[in-house]
């Protein structure tokens, strides 16, 4: 058996040495270059674009403007579809924009022989423009008179939802009750994979086949289609490998434009590589969300009613709009339960901004950042230690959620945080740090978090998956599930061997999805990769052994049902004899006289389940007052993700979550000029993500308790790691300063001003 | 893809001020950090560009017979700082320069490109101000002198005439001998970043090493171009060793810096830094130096 294994990488040797193709590996020489001139103003319309120069630039071979694309708008959000009219993403995107929502926003496009000739060309477009006010604060932008993005959106209010739990109004009179109240602000992020979007387009067959880096094939195969007016089977998604997504490539980025460029020359290849400068503005970025927190606890801790607002900075587009903010709010009443009362608003609000979407844990870092800074500092209101205070809380044993259905099992949040404590020694350093003066000052912080694993039962989970026998007994894997960098096709392959019964070497996992060739699947999204694949490939796996046995049965004579087949041998359940390697069935059944035959399976398998994933993080910090800086000392992660499929790539990805979570809690925010709205820092040296310098060691620790649902035992890995970092640093702070800092990322800048206000500097 | 229109690659120093003479429009490109940045900005799209990245003349650093240090401005930033002449006479520049950027950066920076870019963020720059360096310049009508305090213009502006080239920047002996400096690069990151603000401070100490003979100090980033805080340094300057030494240059140097507030920093939190990096800098220098607390 290989699951729970740290087998190797079935991509490692391609990826180190460089045999690996990606998307512009694949690009033939000959492409033409799409080259974006983009908006230098927030909001406003295009008035004229003055073309001349640049269609007369030697190399340029075509010019779209705004003025040219059809008037169709389409959504961008990598959900699946919804064939309910009333759950479908809005429809707000067109190729190129005439009135433009942000400075970044797409306003022509140069197609040119080659990238100098293209960019020559965009910078001799003449674009002129009627300016419009614009607004860049979420609250701002709610207020009767701000400047209106989309008119049918009232106040820019994309959405609200809102829930109450009790009677909040009520609970809150409880006499002796504490009151304790925050604002919480969390910054636009970027998720600053190592590859920008890239994708090139063709036509070929009558078809538009489109190369793209995405997590999506299947889903940007349709709205290519909905986007260009094509019947769907009309647009081929071929996905590569890719060089990381978290979340930016779960949206159709520059796919339809790239398509529609393709269509304008003739249907000659052209390819559209987007520089790292548009990637933080032009694609996707997380939602920055503004929380208030009012909790009313007994003197004793126990809360009692609490309320939360979350304002959801949407940008100029909707992309995966109000479902970010929606998931966060959901978080409120779970992770912590009150007595009495929950009720919660949250609305999602068009600004003049870049489009946020999915990124890496979708709404739950943010309001983990706001949750667990308000606990800590309803801790220190009461006068309470703030772990026993998460733990008088928290989500109990036993609590089941109404509408997922989700169980809380096990002591997850419990053992975890056993685990986490224990390794920094938390308590005894958070009672004496509290103590400390002098300018040099160390601090512990922690925070928890639950995550979701998939996202039934609000949208599809279905995985299609097709498993293919060869000659000597191997396995070819194709599944709609994708590689994304995260390890996906080694934990598949882990669980094909177990499944079928073939030593891991036999599995290949084909590691392209080509809409055209790979089964329906909607691809890497959630943290449901290895959860929603594992039903599909136990499902499908168990039906391809089934076959294997049958003709087992052929051979031998034994029933089918008495045999079984483990690391590619076939042998009796009862007396353990090994009857034949697999190699030599496979071998025999295809090239039988009598009865030839290839075994395959193929299907759609359904999940109706999701899984709470459970975790928390801990820190150490020393924190130099003066210098209004912070060093991360010690760092740990412990999550209950389940059984681990592979130990060795469960901790890395556990490392990457920790390391961009660093980045959200102490360097990471794109800024923008007040006066314009321009983009401050949309560059690798200006926006601060973090280095490896800026890293300590970091710890992964697991508790491995077998998720029930899961034929695998597993749930969510993906996204939890980056959970609790930034909130524990923020808390690690104030326990080294007493300085609380309700904004993320804590800067030297954000440090300097709080420490001035209380009177350390 | 870069968009520039030639590329003419010198083959000595003569040769480099040749070309620059038949081309006058062209752009100098040693390692070339800075200029194919802007290049690929579009900043200098379609540029004719003379390469003096050949030129290994330039990067060697010697002892010129009046002592004074020869450093090479093609000099890389890891060879300043691997440079065993360096290493013995002002190893703070080698520190310096290792602070700037990330390895592969540092492999093809130049010293010279770090000041002739005019950018008060330079990571080696505010040491060979504090050091007073001499530049030698190279142009038609043969080889001048400028001291770094004079090189300097404003932001992105040297005192390089059409036609000229920085061939050394001298460090006198006086400056080195019996100092001992220390650099300080605030900056966000521990890597890859540039300066919020860099401190170079340098002392000389009594033979007892009980008083500060002599103390210098350069920013970064305090203001548009690298400066010295001479009210710091004239305030320090027979000081015995000691806290009262730090808490003098700590209020001192604001005397000296004119930070200003961008989006990057505000000048409030600067003069924080400029303050506390001044006292934490000579603290350091001083105990190079072999003083004690």
Same mark, same amino acid.
């Given at each position: 058996?290989?699951?729970?294994?740290?087998?190797?990488?079935v991509?490692?040797?391609?990826?180190?040495?460089?045999?690996?193709?990606?998307?512009? +590996?694949?690009?033939?020489?000959?492409?033409?270059?799409?080259?974006?001139?983009?908006?230098?103003?927030?909001?406003?319309?295009?008035?004229?674009?003055?073309?001349?120069?640049?269609? #007369?630039?030697?190399?340029?071979?075509?010019v779209?403007?705004?003025?040219?694309?059809?008037n169709?708008?389409?959504?961008?959000?990598?959900? &699946?579809?919804?064939?309910?009219? $009333?759950?479908?993403?809005v429809?707000?995107?067109?190729?190129? #924009?005439?009135?433009?929502?942000?400075?970044?926003?797409?306003?022509?496009?140069?197609? !040119?022989?080659?990238?100098?000739?293209?960019?020559?060309?965009?910078?001799?477009?003449?674009?002129?423009? +009627?300016?419009?006010?614009?607004?860049?604060?979420?609250?701002?932008a709610?207020?009767?008179?701000?400047?209106?993005?989309?008119?049918?959106?009232?106040?820019?209010?994309?959405?609200?939802?809102?829930?109450?739990?009790?009677?909040y109004e009520?609970?809150?009179?409880?006499?002796?009750?504490?009151?304790?109240?925050?604002?919480? #602000?969390?910054?636009?992020?970027? $998720?600053?994979?190592?590859?920008?979007h890239?994708?090139?387009?063709e036509?070929?067959?009558?078809?538009?086949?489109?190369?793209?880096?995405?997590?999506?094939?299947?889903?940007?195969?349709?709205?290519?289609?909905?986007?260009?007016?094509?019947?769907?089977?009309?647009?081929?998604?071929?996905? &590569?490998y890719? !060089?990381?997504?978290?979340?930016?490539?779960?949206?159709?980025?520059?796919?339809?434009?790239?398509g529609?460029c393709?269509?304008?020359?003739?249907?000659?290849?052209?390819?559209?590589?987007?520089?790292?400068?548009?990637?933080?503005? *032009?694609?996707?970025?997380?939602?920055?969300?503004?929380?208030?927190?009012?909790?009313?606890?007994?003197?004793?801790?126990?809360f009692?009613?609490?309320?939360?607002?979350?304002?959801?900075?949407?940008?100029?587009?909707?992309?995966?709009?109000?479902?970010?903010?929606?998931?966060?709010?959901?978080?409120?009443?779970?992770?912590?339960?009150?007595?009495?009362?929950?009720?919660?608003?949250?609305?999602?609000?068009?600004?003049?901004?870049?489009?946020?979407?999915?990124?890496?844990?979708?709404?739950?870092?943010?309001?983990s950042?706001?949750?667990?800074?308000?606990?800590?500092?309803?801790?220190?209101?009461?006068?309470i +230690?703030?772990?026993?205070?998460?733990?008088?809380?928290?989500?109990?044993?036993?609590?089941?959620?109404?509408?997922?259905?989700?169980?809380?099992?096990?002591?997850?949040?419990?053992?975890?945080?056993?685990?986490?404590?224990?390794y920094?020694?938390?308590?005894?350093?958070?009672?004496e740090?509290?103590?400390?003066?002098?300018?040099?000052?160390?601090?512990?912080?922690?925070?928890i978090?639950?995550?979701?694993?998939?996202?039934?039962?609000?949208?599809?989970?279905? *995985?299609?998956?097709?498993m293919?026998?060869?000659?000597?007994?191997?396995?070819?894997?194709?599944?709609?599930?994708?590689?994304?960098?995260?390890?996906a096709?080694?934990?598949?392959?882990?669980?094909?061997?177990?499944?079928?019964?073939?030593?891991?070497?036999?599995?290949?996992?084909?590691?392209?999805?080509?809409?055209?060739?790979?089964?329906f699947?909607?691809?890497?999204?959630? *943290?449901r990769?290895?959860?929603?694949?594992?039903?599909?490939?136990?499902?499908?796996?168990?039906?391809?052994?089934?076959k294997?046995?049958?003709?087992?049965?052929?051979?031998?004579?034994?029933?089918?049902?008495?045999?079984?087949?483990?690391?590619?041998?076939v042998?009796?359940?009862?007396?353990?004899?090994?009857?034949?390697?697999?190699?030599?069935?496979a071998?025999?059944?295809?090239?039988?006289?009598?009865?030839?035959?290839?075994?395959?399976?193929?299907g759609?398998?359904?999940?109706?389940?999701?899984?709470?994933?459970?975790?928390?993080?801990?820190?150490?910090?020393?924190?130099?007052? &003066?210098?209004?800086?912070?060093?991360?000392?010690?760092m740990? #992660?412990?999550?209950d993700?389940?059984?681990?499929?592979?130990?060795?790539?469960?901790?890395?990805?556990?490392?990457?979550?920790?390391s961009?979570?660093?980045?959200y809690?102490?360097?990471?925010?794109?800024l923008?000029?007040?006066?314009?709205?321009?983009?401050?820092?949309?560059?690798?040296?200006?926006?601060?993500?973090?280095?490896?310098?800026d890293?300590?060691?970091?710890?992964?620790?697991?508790?491995?308790?077998?998720?029930?649902?899961?034929?695998?035992?597993?749930?969510?890995?993906?996204?939890?790691?980056?959970?609790?970092?930034?909130?524990?640093?923020?808390?690690?702070?104030?326990?080294?300063?007493?300085?609380?800092?309700?904004?993320?990322?804590?800067?030297?800048?954000?440090l300097?001003?709080?420490?001035?206000?209380?009177?350390?500097? | 893809?870069?968009?520039?229109?030639?590329?003419?690659?010198?083959?000595?120093?003569?040769?480099?001020?040749?070309?620059?003479? @038949?081309?006058?429009?062209?752009?100098?490109?040693?390692?070339?950090?800075?200029?194919?940045?802007?290049?690929? @900005?579009?900043?200098?799209?379609?540029a004719?560009?003379?390469s003096?990245?050949k030129?290994?003349?330039?990067?060697?650093?010697?002892?010129?017979?009046?002592?004074?240090?020869?450093?090479?401005?093609?000099t890389s930033?890891s060879?300043?700082?691997?440079? /065993?002449?360096?290493?013995?006479?002002? /190893?703070v520049?080698?520190?310096?320069?290792?602070?700037a950027?990330?390895?592969?950066?540092?492999?093809?920076?130049?010293?010279?490109?770090n000041?002739?870019?005019?950018?008060?963020?330079?990571?080696?720059?505010?040491?060979?101000?504090?050091?007073?360096?001499?530049?030698?310049?190279?142009?038609?009508?043969?080889?001048?002198?400028?001291?770094?305090?004079?090189f300097?213009?404003?932001?992105?502006?040297?005192?390089?005439?059409?036609?000229?080239?920085?061939?050394?920047?001298?460090?006198?002996?006086?400056?080195?001998?019996?100092?001992?400096?220390?650099?300080?690069?605030?900056?966000?990151?521990?890597?890859?970043?540039?300066?919020?603000?860099?401190?170079?401070?340098?002392?000389?100490?009594?033979?007892?090493?009980?008083?500060? %003979?002599?103390?210098?100090?350069?920013?970064?980033?305090?203001?548009?171009?690298?400066?010295?805080?001479?009210?710091? @340094?004239?305030?320090?300057?027979? %000081?015995?060793v000691?806290?009262?030494?730090?808490?003098?240059?700590?209020?001192?140097?604001?005397?000296?810096?004119?930070?200003?507030?961008?989006?990057?920093?505000?000048?409030?939190?600067?003069?924080?830094i400029?303050?506390?990096?001044?006292?934490?800098?000579?603290?350091?220098a001083?105990?190079?130096?072999?003083?004690?607390?």
């Amino acid at each position: 058996m290989v699951v729970g294994k740290s087998v190797k990488r079935v991509d490692a040797i391609d990826k180190v040495t460089g045999r690996a193709r990606y998307t512009d +590996d694949l690009a033939d020489k000959s492409a033409l270059i799409v080259k974006i001139c983009h908006s230098t103003i927030a909001h406003g319309m295009v008035k004229s674009i003055d073309t001349s120069a640049a269609e #007369n630039i030697p190399g340029v071979v075509k010019v779209i403007t705004c003025f040219d694309v059809p008037n169709r708008p389409f959504p961008t959000a990598g959900h &699946p579809w919804s064939t309910d009219p $009333h759950h479908q993403d809005v429809a707000d995107r067109m190729l190129l #924009n005439r009135h433009v929502r942000y400075y970044g926003d797409e306003v022509a496009v140069v197609i !040119g022989e080659d990238e100098v000739a293209a960019e020559q060309g965009v910078r001799a477009l003449k674009v002129e423009y +009627d300016e419009l006010p614009f607004v860049l604060d979420v609250q701002e932008a709610m207020q009767d008179g701000a400047p209106q993005l989309h008119e049918e959106f009232k106040n820019n209010i994309l959405d609200h939802t809102g829930y109450e739990v009790g009677n909040y109004e009520e609970a809150i009179q409880e006499p002796g009750l504490v009151k304790i109240e925050g604002w919480y #602000n969390t910054p636009i992020v970027q $998720h600053c994979h190592i590859e920008n979007h890239i994708c090139f387009a063709e036509e070929q067959f009558g078809k538009i086949v489109i190369v793209s880096s995405t997590q999506i094939p299947h889903i940007v195969r349709r709205i290519c289609g909905q986007a260009l007016g094509l019947p769907w089977g009309k647009v081929r998604l071929i996905k &590569p490998y890719i !060089g990381g997504g978290f979340g930016n490539k779960q949206d159709a980025l520059y796919e339809p434009l790239c398509g529609y460029c393709c269509q304008q020359v003739g249907g000659r290849l052209v390819k559209l590589d987007v520089s790292r400068e548009e990637t933080f503005v *032009s694609n996707r970025v997380r939602h920055a969300i503004r929380y208030h927190i009012i909790t009313y606890a007994r003197p004793d801790g126990r809360f009692v009613a609490r309320r939360l607002e979350a304002f959801s900075n949407q940008g100029a587009y909707a992309s995966h709009g109000h479902g970010v903010n929606a998931k966060g709010a959901g978080a409120f009443k779970q992770i912590y339960v009150d007595d009495k009362a929950t009720k919660v608003d949250a609305y999602t609000v068009y600004t003049n901004l870049p489009a946020a979407g999915a990124m890496r844990a979708y709404g739950i870092p943010q309001v983990s950042f706001a949750i667990e800074s308000s606990v800590e500092d309803a801790a220190k209101a009461l006068g309470i +230690d703030s772990l026993k205070l998460r733990q008088m809380n928290m989500m109990p044993v036993g609590y089941t959620d109404s509408f997922s259905k989700n169980v809380n099992y096990f002591d997850s949040l419990n053992q975890c945080i056993a685990k986490g404590k224990a390794y920094i020694d938390y308590e005894r350093k958070h009672e004496e740090y509290a103590k400390q003066t002098g300018p040099i000052r160390r601090g512990v912080g922690m925070a928890i978090f639950w995550y979701n694993t998939a996202v039934w039962p609000i949208a599809l989970e279905a *995985s299609s998956c097709r498993m293919v026998m060869n000659q000597d007994g191997s396995v070819q894997l194709e599944i709609g599930e994708t590689e994304i960098g995260q390890g996906a096709d080694t934990a598949f392959a882990q669980m094909v061997a177990d499944t079928v019964g073939v030593p891991f070497d036999k599995v290949h996992v084909l590691t392209t999805q080509d809409t055209d060739v790979t089964p329906f699947g909607t691809g890497a999204y959630a *943290s449901r990769q290895t959860y929603v694949a594992g039903f599909a490939i136990h499902n499908i796996g168990t039906q391809l052994k089934n076959k294997v046995l049958k003709y087992a049965e052929y051979m031998t004579g034994k029933p089918a049902e008495t045999l079984d087949m483990a690391e590619g041998v076939v042998f009796e359940k009862e007396t353990q004899e090994q009857l034949m390697t697999i190699d030599e069935l496979a071998t025999s059944a295809l090239y039988s006289l009598d009865q030839a035959e290839q075994f395959s399976a193929e299907g759609t398998t359904q999940i109706k389940t999701n899984a709470y994933s459970f975790g928390c993080g801990f820190v150490e910090v020393e924190v130099d007052i &003066p210098m209004c800086k912070v060093k991360l000392l010690k760092m740990i #992660n412990v999550h209950d993700c389940g059984r681990l499929i592979n130990p060795q790539l469960a901790e890395a990805q556990v490392h990457g979550g920790m390391s961009m979570a660093i980045g959200y809690g102490m360097g990471e925010q794109l800024l923008f000029d007040p006066k314009t709205g321009k983009p401050l820092n949309n560059n690798l040296l200006d926006y601060k993500l973090c280095t490896m310098m800026d890293h300590p060691d970091l710890k992964a620790e697991f508790v491995e308790n077998f998720e029930p649902t899961s034929p695998f035992g597993t749930k969510a890995l993906g996204e939890p790691p980056t959970c609790p970092g930034a909130p524990a640093i923020r808390n690690a702070i104030l326990n080294a300063t007493g300085v609380s800092v309700n904004q993320t990322p804590v800067t030297p800048h954000i440090l300097f001003e709080r420490f001035k206000e209380e009177g350390l500097l | 893809m870069y968009d520039f229109s030639a590329l003419y690659e010198a083959t000595s120093v003569s040769h480099a001020v040749q070309l620059m003479q @038949e081309h006058p429009d062209a752009v100098l490109i040693a390692g070339g950090s800075d200029v194919l940045i802007k290049l690929r @900005e579009g900043k200098l799209a379609g540029a004719e560009l003379i390469s003096i990245y050949k030129l290994d003349e330039l990067r060697e650093v010697t002892i010129d017979p009046d002592g004074a240090l020869r450093i090479g401005p093609m000099t890389s930033f890891s060879h300043a700082t691997k440079s /065993p002449v360096l290493q013995q006479y002002m /190893p703070v520049l080698g520190e310096a320069a290792d602070t700037a950027g990330g390895p592969q950066l540092r492999n093809v920076g130049t010293v010279g490109g770090n000041i002739c870019n005019g950018v008060t963020s330079a990571d080696t720059a505010s040491t060979e101000v504090a050091y007073d360096a001499v530049l030698e310049i190279t142009g038609a009508n043969g080889v001048r002198k400028l001291s770094i305090h004079d090189f300097y213009k404003g932001p992105g502006k040297v005192a390089l005439e059409k036609g000229e080239l920085l061939t050394a920047i001298l460090i006198p002996k006086e400056s080195y001998e019996n100092c001992y400096g220390y650099y300080i690069k605030y900056a966000m990151r521990n890597a890859m970043d540039i300066a919020t603000i860099g401190c170079s401070v340098n002392v000389v100490l009594s033979a007892d090493k009980q008083t500060i %003979q002599r103390a210098r100090i350069a920013y970064g980033v305090a203001g548009p171009v690298p400066m010295r805080a001479r009210t710091a @340094e004239a305030a320090l300057a027979g %000081q015995p060793v000691g806290e009262g030494a730090i808490e003098i240059v700590g209020r001192e140097v604001l005397n000296d810096v004119n930070p200003r507030t961008s989006w990057r920093a505000s000048a409030d939190f600067r003069k924080q830094i400029i303050s506390e990096t001044a006292r934490r800098g000579l603290r350091a220098a001083i105990e190079r130096a072999g003083g004690v607390f």
